[in-house]
Each structure stands twice: as structure tokens, then as C-alpha cells.
DNA sequence: TCATTAAATTGTT
DNA sequence: AACAATTTAATGA
């Protein structure tokens, strides 16, 4: 693993393709914009970073603009559980800094990953003069909300093909991830990583769903072929 | 641009 | 965990 680095040192400025994929901006009137866009940075993590640790203090709100991190917190026996991961287009953090908390999460790359921030100061001046931000948290927790609900079911189904089927339909999310689109670039290994699987348990999960109409698997990705059915894959009524 | 080689990823046992 | 097969990325003429 990576040493003890957050990534704060190595930000820079995005490029504007960068900057252009950052999906609430599209959100902000032209001021609100002006009065935030120059504080966002961007940092290139590699395999293993940190974006965030646990108890550490909220200083940015963070984002992926390309790449795939994994959302993980250590339980009391010391080992670790990943809970979901964080592909592109997708923005976290928001409650704890919200609240001015510590970060309640471990954020590590799990490959190559441009991470986006914006300091908490920022979020903070969104949330008290823009509507259109507010709109788009307020539907982010929302959505998020539903994501949890789900999750719960997933540990309770020891099945591995649905919880493959299950994990991808989240990392899928059109309004969580609006970067990811029709193809998730994930690698198998990756993918048994944040679902907690062996690689060929993955890949024979993979394989089931293809032959459903559900995915097709690629070369380093994944395409999504029909992601209601997807999400509904071992299902009863399914 | 193309051919060769190395590296990464996938399929299988 | 190991191995073979396949795909991509890198290199250099």
C-alpha cells in the first residue's frame, strides 16, 4: 500500500476537460459559477493513494473526474470492509462536510484516478446562495438514500451472481455516476475487490449475466445492456 | 504507419 | 494459485 500521503500536496488546476465533466456545475447560474469554479483543484492518484482517511478533518468535497476509488472503514477486529465503489462522475463526502465532521471513510484508488476537491469553504457558500446546487445534493442524498437500502439486501444475499449483478447496477447509477455512461471501465480483479470476491467467481458471475442480455463484458470494462433488469436480477418476479 | 515486444487482462483448471 | 490465451499499449524503424 501507498505511504502515508494524502494527495493535497500534488493538486493542480483542471484542465477545462476536466473542469467540464465535473456534473453540478451545469447546476449553477453564471455568478455561482464564477464565484467557485477557480477553487476547484485536481489531484492524479495512483493505485493504493488516499483521497480521505478516517478521522482526519473535511477539507475538500471530493469527486472523480476519471478512474475508480472504493469506499472502505475499518471494523473492530482491524480487518477492513469496502462498502461500494466511486467511479466516474460521482461525488462523496457531502454529509461529513456538511457537518464539518471527520471523514467516516477510508477513499483509495483502486486504479489510476483524477480526484477533483472543492474546499469546504466553497461547498458551504453553494449551499447558502444557490439554489440549483441545493438541487443537486438534495437529489444526491436521495439517491444515495435508495443506494443503502439496496446495499443492506445485497449482504444479505449470498448468491454471487446477484451480488454482482446488484454491485454493478449501483456503480451503473446514471445520477450518481453521470461519467460512467453505456461502459464502466472496471477490470475483473477490480470488480472482486469491491464486491468481495475471488476473480473467477467474478468472472463466471460476469459471464451468467452476459449470456442474461444483461452486460457484455469487454476488455478492461463492462457494457451495460439493460440496467432495470440488472438491478432486478434474482428477483422473484424476474 | 506498421511490425515486434512487453504488459495487462481474461478464461480456465 | 497457477497457467494459457487474448487484447492492448509501447517501442522503434
Known amino acids: ?58 477539507t475538500y468535497w471530493f469527486g472523480v473526474v476519471e478512474g475508480l476509488l472504493k469506499m472502505s472503514a475499518d471494523n473492530e477486529q482491524g480487518n477492513s470492509m469496502t462498502f461500494t465503489g466511486v467511479p466516474s462522475g460521482g461525488w462523496f463526502g457531502e454529509g461529513t462536510v456538511m457537518k464539518r465532521e471527520t471523514y467516516r471513510y477510508n477513499i483509495q484508488a483502486l486504479r489510476a484516478s483524477v480526484v477533483a476537491g472543492l474546499p469546504v469553504h466553497h461547498f458551504h457558500w453553494l449551499l447558502d446562495h444557490s439554489i440549483g446546487f441545493n438541487r443537486f445534493v438534495m437529489n444526491q442524498l436521495n439517491e444515495r438514500l435508495g443506494q443503502f437500502i439496496a446495499a443492506r439486501e445485497i449482504d444479505r444475499l449470498n448468491n454471487p451472481e446477484i451480488r454482482v449483478a446488484r454491485s454493478l447496477a449501483i456503480l451503473f447509477n446514471p445520477v450518481l455516476y453521470p461519467g460512467v455512461g453505456e461502459i464502466l471501465r472496471i477490470t475483473q480483479q477490480e470488480l472482486a475487490y469491491l464486491v468481495g470476491l475471488s476473480r473467477q467467481r467474478v468472472n463466471m458471475a460476469l459471464n451468467t449475466l452476459q449470456a442474461e442480455q444483461l452486460i457484455r463484458t469487454e476488455y478492461g470494462g463492462l457494457r451495460v445492456l439493460d440496467l432495470a433488469r440488472l438491478r432486478r436480477f434474482g428477483l422473484p418476479n424476474a
Open 1 to 58: 500500500m501507498a505511504p502515508d500521503l494524502t494527495l493535497h500536496q500534488r493538486r493542480r488546476a483542471p484542465t477545462p476537460s476536466e473542469l467540464a465533466s465535473v456534473p453540478w456545475l451545469g447546476h449553477l447560474t453564471a455568478s455561482e459559477r464564477a464565484e467557485v469554479q477557480g477553487a476547484i483543484t485536481v489531484s492524479d492518484a495512483l493505485p493504493g493513494d488516499h483521497v480521505c482517511r478516517v478521522g482526519r478533518a473535511a
